[in-house]
């Protein structure tokens, strides 16, 4: 399962980088020192999306019928998801994880808001059962209508069939002003994947952090806000809460799963079942 990429965290890494709040405003669009691997990843990623590829996605995995497990034994499958040649952690996922719902905890969020935490990776379970980084990874967007330039690399959109497409290249392509971006296919990947796994399960604002925690075009760019519906720009406040959490959080120190998992399991069991259908 390799890919341009080191590891699924070099994306994260560099996502981390580009929204540094002590980064200087002339150098928030400067991508000269993006690693080789980084670029192609990014290559790939708008290359390939195209609308036809989430559908078939969507239809794929949204029937949730690839396998049951618990949550926590979700997170120890994606635990299995390691890779030697990170150099700048020794951290496992479970740790990544815990590291997240923990700052949240820490600041006094409700508990909702720190499953969320917990979970919000758990999506990545795409990579291990074959899917390619930039089907599990990246920043997300909207498919079937105009590539926004807010989009980092937005060039590399020139080779995506859904380019030459007319339908596809105004501003609204296929939807409505306003309609809301429940109607909005986005990019494939693991927001996409675990909302539908947690939309039963989880509150509306959890829902919405799962679900749009890549989408940096809008939330830290504010592009499409005319895709968005009043309910969605009100949801956003959310997405914009958990951001840091998500980008900051890691430490070198390391959080105990043995210790923090009786907290974690009675948060789990109050919004999950036993077994969860992926």
């Known amino acids: 399962m390799q890919g341009p990429l080191e590891n699924l965290e ?16 002339e150098e928030f669009r400067d991508y000269k020192n993006t690693t080789p691997g980084v ?4 290559r790939l990623n708008h290359t390939h999306q195209t609308r036809d590829f989430v559908l078939e996605k969507k239809k794929q995995y949204c029937r949730l019928n690839k396998t049951k497990m618990s949550i926590w034994e979700a997170l120890e499958y994606l635990n299995t998801l390691v890779d030697d040649s990170d150099p700048d952690t020794d951290l496992s996922q479970i740790e990544h994880n815990l590291q997240t719902a ?14 969320a935490g917990l979970v919000h990776d758990l999506g990545k379970v795409l990579w291990l059962w074959g899917e390619p980084q930039w ?37 609204l392509g296929v939807y409505e002003q306003g309609g809301g971006l429940d109607q ?39 592009a499409y806000d005319y895709l968005m519906n ?3 720009r009100e949801m956003f ?19 105990n799963p043995v210790e923090l998992r009786p ?10 079942p036993a077994q969860v259908a992926f």
């Not at 994306?11 to 405003?25: L, N």
């Not at 907290?263 to 999950?272: A, G, N, S, T």
Request: a negative charge; one cysteine or more; aromatic letters at 20%.
């Open 263 to 272: 907290y974690y399991q009675r948060l789990i069991e109050k919004y999950f």
């Open 135 to 171: 089907a599990v990874v990246g920043d997300t967007f909207p498919t079937g209508c105009a590539y926004s330039d807010k989009i980092v690399f937005h060039e590399f959109f020139a080779d995506n069939p859904d380019a030459k497409r007319p339908e596809y290249n105004t501003r």
């Open 102 to 115: 923990e700052a949240i905890r820490r600041d006094g969020h409700p508990d909702w808001f720190q499953l």
């Open 10 to 25: 070099q994306w994260d890494d560099f996502v981390k980088q580009r929204y540094d709040p002590d980064r200087k405003t």
């Open 237 to 255: 406040q959310w997405v914009k809460t958990f951001n840091p959490y998500d980008l900051y959080s890691k430490s070198t120190a390391k959080p």
């Open 230 to 232: 009043d309910r969605d």
């Open 39 to 42: 670029r192609e990843f990014y």
């Open 184 to 222: 909005v296919n986005m990019s494939w990947g693991h927001d996409e994947y675990f909302y539908h796994v947690a939309k039963e399960c989880l509150p509306e604002p959890a829902l919405y952090m799962l679900r749009y925690h890549s989408f940096y075009p809008a939330h830290r760019e504010g």
